[in-house]
Every structure is written in structure tokens, then in C-alpha cells.
């Protein structure tokens, strides 16, 4: 079944304690991307990646980190956790980075983080 | 600066009573407009995608239109699962994908 996993799915952690968010595809997608959600807000991109080792910012970059080592995998990473972080997160993919159909995300289930 | 504006906020229909979600946009270089269905607690789920001003896309009783500055979705005879929040998004010339806020709709038998 083809589909996007984010792991964990919910997580209450602490200030300045560092987590990573896992996310991985199935489908050999070149697009993958992060993105936040919050009340009144929408979805926010936080970073993207055309392809292996190729990231770039979206709109709200500030206090996180990504990596593509690998073309299904984009963890996110939130070096130092502050409670401005506490959000509902979205990893999402999609086929030929830069082709006709990039923009027709597939989502993961969402990661529920709370920093206290 | 790109920016996806989605009207009403909030929607509230009677079974059957047809209406229609507006996105207006402002993006530098358009590559594409899309429509997604999102239901609590889960992922959006991509429905449409428009790239041209006069673009039709049509699934069940949504339709979705495009014009140079906004998009609609036309939702005839709905049923009480259609509810949810839909939410539009424009792709610029980086490939950055911008969303709107999305207009939460909700159906009544």
C-alpha cells in the first residue's frame, strides 16, 4: 500500500530537549516536504526537498533541521524544542520533483507534538 | 509575497443545498492549483489539480474551476460525508507549495 509514515504520532517533551521526527515513503517520490498546522494558521511549509541531498526553507524554517540521505526518508529534526513548536505536523510527498504533478502531495497521518 | 486566501472560513449547508469555495491567489509564476480534502485528525487528501485559466476537474459532486486570479469549488447536492475542511494550494516557480487556511464545510441531513 503505498502511503507516508510519520513516527511518533504523538509526543510530549520538554524544552531544549531534542527530538527527530521520522517520516518515510514507499512510493520513490522525489518531492518531500514538512509542514506545520495550527488554529487559524493553515498548513506552513517548513522545509522540502527536491531530491537527495537538495533542501531548501519554506516559510517557517526557524529552530528546525532536515536531511534527505536517503529518497524515502526527510526527518525532521528540532534541535532545542521550544513550547512556539507545539503543533500538529505533516510530512508529505509527491512523484518527479520539479514534474507536471509535484504539488499533488500525498500526506502522512500528522505528529502531534506538545513541548513543555 | 504568494499568498492563497480561501472564503467563507466556515460553511454551513443544508443536504442538497448546492454552494461554492472560493481561493483567490497572488503567486509568483502559477505551476499548478490544488484542491484537498482534509477530515479531522487526518492528512489532506489531494483531489484536483487546475494549471490553466478555464480549467474544469470534476469528481462526484465536486467541481473545481480556475481562473487567472481565483478558483472554485462547486459542491452540488452535497451529503453529510462531504464534510470537511478544504483547503486550496498554489505551487510558484521554486516549487514551493503555499496553502490556504481552508474553509471548514459542514453538511446537514
Request: glycine share 8%; hydrophobic share 30%.
Amino acid at each position: 500500500e503505498a502511503q507516508v509514515t510519520q513516527n511518533p504520532r504523538y509526543l510530549i517533551t520538554v524544552t531544549g530537549k531534542k527530538l527527530t521526527v521520522t517520516c518515510s515513503q514507499n512510493m520513490n517520490h522525489e518531492y518531500m516536504s514538512w509542514y506545520r498546522q495550527d488554529p487559524g494558521l493553515g498548513l506552513r511549509q517548513i522545509y522540502y526537498s527536491m531530491n537527495v541531498e537538495v533542501t531548501d526553507k519554506g516559510d517557517v524554517p526557524e529552530g528546525y533541521k532536515v536531511s534527505r540521505k536517503e529518497k524515502r526518508n526527510f526527518p525532521l529534526i528540532l534541535e532545542s524544542p521550544s513550547p512556539n513548536q507545539t503543533s500538529l505536523y505533516f510530512c508529505a510527498s509527491s512523484g518527479l520533483a520539479g514534474g507536471p504533478n509535484t504539488g499533488e502531495l500525498f500526506f502522512g497521518e500528522g505528529s502531534r507534538l506538545t513541548v513543555l | 509575497e504568494d499568498q492563497v486566501t480561501q472564503s467563507p472560513e466556515a460553511l454551513r449547508l443544508q443536504e442538497g443545498e448546492s454552494s461554492s469555495l472560493n481561493c483567490s491567489y497572488t503567486v509568483s509564476g502559477l505551476r499548478g492549483l490544488f484542491w484537498y480534502r482534509q477530515d479531522p485528525g487526518k492528512g489532506p487528501e489531494f483531489l484536483f489539480t487546475l494549471y490553466s485559466a478555464g480549467e474544469e476537474k470534476e469528481k462526484e459532486r465536486l467541481k473545481a474551476t480556475l481562473t487567472k486570479k481565483e478558483s472554485f469549488l462547486h459542491i452540488t447536492a452535497p451529503k453529510p460525508e462531504d464534510s470537511a475542511t478544504y483547503l486550496c494550494a498554489v505551487r510558484n516557480r521554486d516549487d514551493k507549495i503555499i496553502f490556504g487556511k481552508g474553509t471548514r464545510l459542514h453538511i446537514l441531513p
